[in-house]
């Protein structure tokens, strides 16, 4: 069997150096979970542009988030939430990615950004 030539490598890590994905304070993050959590450009756009705080509306996100993933009591790397913000509903999703050390970080997106 012949091995196969990585062209291109795109990782967490340079993700976040390119600002698609955006890190949550540790301070917020770990009043719900023991990874770091990133968002996504849209995720951070809700937060902008609600009617509310932003850090208002994030804890908001993390708090059904949280209620969620208790509530469903699996494992898993993969689980949809919803949100209310400013009045709507929002369908959010969150996975567990693994940086460049190897180290994993709950990300939450837009189903649209997967």
């Known amino acids: 069997m012949s091995e196969c030539e990585v062209i291109s490598v795109y990782a967490l890590d340079d993700a976040v ?6 890190p949550v304070s540790e301070l917020l993050s770990k009043q719900y979970f023991k990874w770091p959590v990133l968002i996504t450009t849209g995720v ?4 902008k542009n ?7 509306v994030l804890h908001d ?12 009591g699996q494992d898993d790397n993969f689980i949809s939430f919803d949100v209310v913000v400013d009045g709507k509903t929002i369908t959010l999703w969150a996975t567990i990615q693994v940086d460049n050390n190897g180290q994993p970080n709950l ?3 837009l189903p649209e950004e997967y």
């Open 17 to 22: 150096r390119d600002g698609i994905y955006k």
């Open 61 to 72: 996100i993390l708090t059904m988030l949280y209620f969620k993933i208790k509530s469903v």
């Open 50 to 56: 609600s009617e509310g705080d932003y850090n208002g």
């Open 107 to 109: 990300t939450i997106m």
């Open 44 to 47: 951070d756009e809700i937060c």
